[in-house]
């Protein structure tokens, strides 16, 4: 058993966090070999019951914070390298950089290449659980599931599919691309750490019998994950109308082929109405709120007051390489400026509690991984980061002024990125 000693962050059920600035942090493996919590809370009440134990090793860390590792509800890996490019827009974007360089992960050993450098940054980042994305080919789902396994990391991910409206090079073949995702939900999902998703690109690039398709893979493996982008931009949603004409909104197209279900995650989610919140909401759906994607591509602001009047599921996602950043800071304080804007709806200033929940706790719940990952309490996964709040000489007089958790959550959330993670800590299978 390992013991750590520091301040310590983690979240209640009801999504309020949990703050002890001298705690103590349990961490044993179970019959699995798997590490999980077994107590987390103030050093003077448990220490006595833990810390004379044979075999225990106390970790002292001051002037650390240890928090829940980082949950990222979305993210392209095949996107590393294309993060940082310019264009006028989502789909110019799609056709210039992101679809050329997708074509070349068919190339094992390419596409390997980036797995291993995107798993070390999304650590380096302090994120250890994700939602990824990799490409049509399936040799990238074999890439990233091979480069988490090695790293024990908690990972979902999933071929995409996109029969139609798609250049040569990342197009696949309608059946195919169903006999695919089954042979890789039977080869990876529930493997060590890992998930399958299944993952229609986003609508306009499937035909019917695509998505009827991946409805009924989902329908026969009722615990994978599903992932997809809907109503990202307007232009988007006008091209959706023109292809399904039946469907009454964008959203609806997804649950006509039987995607929305507890597990289905949905990227962006701006451009609902409310009759699209109540779908999100009854059917148990979540929203991967993008925010520096969403200003980078100039799509809109996700509406958290209509989504949490409709009592959706949602939590934080990097979008990377939409996005523009790897690290959780930069995406927690895109959301709140995402929250503040109020042009285009009411504004409103969110927490730093709540946007800190969002990209851990709140993440992992719209995963359906409620106590599993995401939080510090008994019988989570051990996965955590070990935070210095004095990483650089702003930060150190920032934080070192702060008079509650919240001016301290705050002043990391808008100052900080990489250089705040000292170390990002992995559940451990022996």
Not at 342 to 371: D, F, I
Not at 405 to 416: K, N
Request: net charge negative.
């Amino acid at each position: 058993m390992k013991i750590y000693r520091s301040a310590l962050l983690r979240f209640a059920d009801d999504g309020q966090a949990v703050y002890d600035s001298d705690a103590l942090l349990a961490v044993a493996p179970d019959e699995r070999g798997v590490q999980r919590v077994v107590a987390a809370g103030s050093w003077q009440s448990l220490a006595a019951q833990y810390i004379d134990r044979e075999g225990v090793q106390v970790i002292h860390l001051p002037g650390r914070l240890l928090a829940p590792g980082f949950v990222d509800l979305h993210i392209h890996y095949p996107q590393t390298d294309v993060i940082g490019a310019p264009a006028a827009g989502l789909l110019p974007w799609l056709e210039n950089y992101t679809f050329p360089h997708e074509s070349r992960f068919h190339d094992r050993e390419y596409a390997d290449s980036v797995a291993d450098f995107f798993m070390d940054e999304l650590q380096r980042n302090g994120v250890t659980t994700a939602l990824a994305f990799a490409t049509s080919h399936p040799t990238s789902v074999d890439a990233i599931m091979t480069a988490a396994q090695k790293r024990n990391m908690r990972m979902i991910a999933g071929k995409v599919m996109q029969d139609r409206n798609s250049p040569d090079g990342v197009r696949d073949e309608t059946e195919q691309s169903l006999i695919d995702t089954e042979t890789l939900i039977q080869r990876w999902h529930g493997v060590d750490r890992l998930g399958y998703a299944i993952t229609p690109r986003f609508a306009p690039t499937s035909t019917d019998a695509q998505l009827r398709g991946a409805g009924e893979l989902a329908a026969k493996y009722s615990d994978v994950w599903i992932q997809s982008h809907v109503a990202e931009n307007l232009d988007e949603i006008a091209w959706v109308k023109q292809l399904f004409p039946q469907a009454r909104s964008y959203l609806a197209v997804y649950e006509d082929f039987g995607l929305m279900r507890e597990r289905a995650v949905y990227a962006h989610s701006i451009w609902l109405d409310e009759t699209d919140r109540q779908l999100m909401r009854s059917t148990r759906s979540a929203a991967a709120v993008s925010p520096t994607s969403n200003l980078f591509l100039a799509s809109g602001f996700f509406d958290y007051l209509k989504a949490d009047e409709a009592q959706m599921l949602y939590g934080l996602a990097s979008d990377v390489g939409g996005g523009m950043s790897f690290s959780p800071f930069r995406t927690m304080q895109a959301a709140y400026v995402v929250g503040r804007e109020s042009h285009t709806k009411q504004g409103q200033s969110l927490s730093p509690q709540n946007l800190w929940w969002q990209h851990t706790a709140g993440a992992a719940r719209a995963l359906g991984l409620t106590g599993v990952v995401g939080n510090l309490q008994p019988g989570c996964e051990a996965d955590f980061v070990v935070i210095n709040p004095a990483c650089t000489p702003l930060m150190e007089r920032k934080t070192g002024q702060a008079r509650d958790l919240d001016e301290l959550l705050f002043a990391m959330i808008i100052l900080g990125d990489d250089r705040l993670i000292e170390q990002t800590i992995v559940s451990q299978a022996k």
